[in-house]
């Protein structure tokens, strides 16, 4: 018996869909590559369930919730970043990898306050990414600490308040840091979980300090090519039910009005809502967005994203719209009841597999029936794209960017039989 992968076979079935979709106009190595060179900003995250290097022992408050004990979470920097490596080897394409401030290395034992964290907290990331040529991104942190267990941004107390927009600037700073570091803007993504359980009497003034807030953190400027900054909003979280400050009416109108970008977050919204759709209203208004790739299982619950219909019209969108290089994809999952290395490489390799389908798409014949009212044929032809040979692409797409392929990765997860 050949063993698995047959290269030959591999690239015989590779040759038979390239001539198919060149039927349809799509030339599949150049789909291939744009798909690949798209990064995916990885969660570092999902490696600690929400840990970070505070002394948490989980994660708590702020709405936020990693549920299950599989074994295995990385304890400390050094072991983050090897699970993170062994992770990158079984992803295919480019590849960022996003920290939080929680996630700051210090002396043991040491305490840092978050509003007096500095670049140099992030020292030995840095150096990480450089060698391996692994962009950073960044947010900050406003949950798991005693001062955010009312409010942070939006807080009453003006004393806490300017805690937290210190907190909001020294990550702003460290972002920046990471951004000269790799000589491109890293994203600083904030959200934040202020919000009320029950419904609250009043809604104004909490968005009204939100705004001055941010107005704040937002007002010194840091260099473009270091630096992006995003907001991400929320409908509701556990203990927020009722109210969320940052919503994403508010955020929108923020964002619209000082031309920031939004961080649009797939478990964000009502949980029959969907984000497709909202890419190409907002971004004649804003400089661009993120994406938050996630899966909401009945509510935000943060499951591994998905090669899912949702994650597909994502992709699909953002290439018809040809907005990749305003868009950033990440992944905002955290599942602590899986192997935690193998949750990275299912989540980036669905979204890669996703962007990979988007970019094999003949979006000029579905817009040329559309144009010329021959709706049905649209209908016909995006039915027969859906039994396309896209595995045979997908699996050389992974032999390419040499990485496993098929499940082939998985012998490389610890724990897999
Ligand atoms: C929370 C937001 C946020 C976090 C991460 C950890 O609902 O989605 O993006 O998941 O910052
Ligand atoms: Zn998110």
């Known amino acids: 018996m ?25 030339n599949t190595d150049e789909a291939i590559r744009a ?7 990885l969660q570092c995250w999902q490696g600690d369930d929400v840990r970070g290097f505070e002394g948490a022992q989980s994660l708590s408050g702020g709405g936020i919730l990693a549920t299950g004990n599989y074994p295995g979470w990385a304890r400390n920097g050094d072991e983050l970043r090897a699970h993170a490596a062994l992770g990158f080897s ?19 034992g040491e305490t840092i306050e978050r509003d007096a964290l500095e670049p140099e907290h992030f020292q030995t990331w840095m150096a990480w990414s450089k060698a391996k040529a692994i962009p950073l991104d960044f947010n900050p942190t406003f949950f798991a600490h005693p001062l955010a267990e009312k409010a942070t941004l939006s807080h009453e ?57 941010l107005d704040e953190i937002l007002a010194r400027s840091f260099p473009p090519n270091t630096l992006s900054d995003t907001l991400e909003c929320k409908l509701f979280g556990i203990g927020s039910e009722a109210y969320v400050v940052g919503s994403h009416e508010f955020y929108l109108s923020y964002a619209v009005q000082k031309q920031l970008k939004l961080c649009l977050d797939m478990g964000h919204f009502h949980p029959t809502e969907t984000i497709a759709d909202k890419i190409t209203g907002i971004l004649p208004f804003v400089p661009g967005l993120l994406i938050h790739f996630s899966r909401g299982l009945r509510w935000d619950s943060d499951h591994v994203a998905l090669f899912s219909d949702e994650s597909r019209e994502v992709c699909r969108e953002i290439q018809r719209a040809q907005a990749f ?40 014949l579905l817009v040329a029936a559309e144009k010329t ?10 039915e027969a794209l859906k039994t396309f040979p896209f595995a045979a692409v997908w699996d050389k797409l992974c032999l390419d960017a040499r990485v496993p392929v098929g499940t082939d990765w998985l012998k490389q997860v610890p724990g897999t039989t």
């Open 325 to 364: 290089d305003r868009i950033g994809v990440a992944l905002d999952f955290f599942d602590a009841s899986i192997n935690r290395i193998a949750a990275w490489a299912i989540g980036a390799r669905s979204i890669r597999k996703a962007l990979l389908e988007a970019f094999l798409e003949p979006t000029s």
């Open 157 to 213: 107390d003006p004393e806490i308040r300017r805690f937290w927009i210190r907190h909001a600037l020294a990550a702003r700073r460290i972002a920046s840091a990471f951004g000269e570091n790799q000589g491109s803007p890293a994203i600083n993504n904030l959200w934040i979980p202020d919000g009320s359980k029950d419904m609250p009497a009043d809604r104004l003034s909490p968005r009204l300090r939100l705004k001055d807030a």
């Open 90 to 108: 079984l992803i295919p394409g480019a590849k960022r990898f996003n920290l939080h401030s929680i996630y700051r290395e210090g002396k043991p």
């Open 35 to 41: 798909a690949g060179a798209i990064p995916i900003s």
């Open 373 to 382: 009212g021959k709706y049905h044929e649209r209908l016909a032809l995006m």
């Open 2 to 26: 050949k063993s698995y992968p047959d290269i030959e076979a591999l690239e015989q079935a590779y040759e038979l869909a390239k001539n198919r979709y060149a039927q349809v106009g799509i």
